[in-house]
């Protein structure tokens, strides 16, 4: 069985392999892209245990690749995990090294982890929620184009329906506010 710290970067990664012993067997790079997670992948028992911090949005794609592959992964919590390893020396090298023994002596605060299918569902609804705030916004930049103008809208139960955009295609504005208008429309 070995112990892995992956200390996951957006481009690189890197990874210490540390034996039931406690002793580093290896230590490499990986690119945090498919093949370099395959030739990770491809190091890896299913008796092993992997750790890595969750660091933005870059850790998923390692760790659904690892958890795919059938071999234990966790994900540790980056604030409490600093507060129980502080090196002097930081290096992605030393943090994946801290990682793998913080991982063989049982210490990893881990991050709850949904499964796979629920991570999914999140990223549609997150990508959702930011295509509704992005209209939102657009809508609300052509209300303040409007009111600028000190053109009412009162007559339309909703501006931006077939009826409101052809009536918003026929107002007169200047060059400038018509080409912004234009934009959002």
């Not at 945090?32 to 992997?50: A, C, F, K, P, Y």
């Not at 059938?70 to 600093?82: C, D, F, G, Y």
């Not at 509704?132 to 184009?145: A, E, G, P």
């Amino acid at each position: 069985m070995k112990f892995v710290g992956v200390d996951v970067g957006k481009q690189k990664c890197a990874v210490a392999m540390m034996d039931s012993e406690g002793r580093i067997s290896d230590e490499f790079a990986i690119q945090n892209n498919h093949e370099g997670i395959r030739g990770l992948i491809s190091r890896l028992s299913m008796d092993d245990q992997v750790v890595m911090e969750s660091t933005g949005s870059v850790w998923s794609n390692l760790y659904d690749s690892i958890e795919q592959a059938h071999v234990r992964v966790v994900l540790a919590n980056p604030l409490k995990t600093r507060a129980i390893a502080s090196a002097r020396i930081k290096s992605d090298k030393v943090d994946a090294r801290i990682l793998a023994h913080l991982l063989s002596a049982d210490l990893i605060p881990s991050c709850y982890v949904p499964p796979y299918e629920i991570r999914e569902m999140r990223y549609l609804l997150r990508h959702r929620a930011s295509l509704v705030s992005v209209r939102t916004r657009v809508k609300n930049q052509v209300h303040s184009l409007l009111d600028r103008n000190g053109i009412a809208t009162g007559k339309f139960s909703d501006l931006f329906g077939r009826s409101g955009m052809e009536w918003l295609k026929s107002v007169e504005f200047s060059t400038l506010d018509r080409l912004m208008l234009n934009n959002h429309l």
